[in-house]
């Protein structure tokens, strides 16, 4: 029983931020590691798409369409891994998916290819 859950997302203007979050708990067990954490979108009548990965130790990749403007970044102590959103645009609407590639949960084992529900994100112009 290991959930993802994200939370941040809302509405802004285009040219502001915000950030996302998103904490991996797995009940009353203890995570021990954390593998790749990334974040996708998906916008109406579109594909989802990845947007950005960070691994284990901290190497970084974006999508074309965010560099420069979103960072994703982890804080292993609290299983979470954050999604830093600037000079937002409209095209960035969309509904954001957090996802953990394997997630070792102390005494349970591994758990691989996690998602969370969601965050919404809208910016307007």
């Known amino acids: 029983q290991v959930q993802l859950v994200e939370s941040g997302g809302g509405s802004v203007q285009a040219g502001g931020s915000l950030r996302l979050s998103c904490e991996a708990s797995?009940?009353?067990?203890?995570?021990?590691?954390?593998?790749?954490m990334s974040w996708s979108r998906q916008a109406p009548v579109k594909q989802r798409v990845l947007v950005a990965l960070?691994?284990?130790?901290?190497?970084?990749n974006y999508a074309d369409s965010v560099k420069g403007r979103f960072t994703i970044s982890r804080d292993n102590a609290k299983n979470t891994v954050y999604l830093q959103m600037n000079s937002m645009k409209p095209e960035d609407t969309a509904l954001y998916y957090c996802?953990?590639?394997?997630?070792?949960?102390?005494?349970?084992?591994?758990?691989?290819?996690?998602w969370g529900q969601g965050t919404q994100v809208t910016v307007s112009s």
């Open positions: 960070i691994t284990s130790g901290g190497s970084t």
């Open positions: 797995a009940a009353s067990r203890s995570i021990f590691s954390i593998n790749a």
């Open positions: 996802n953990a590639d394997r997630i070792t949960v102390i005494n349970r084992g591994s758990y691989s290819d996690l």
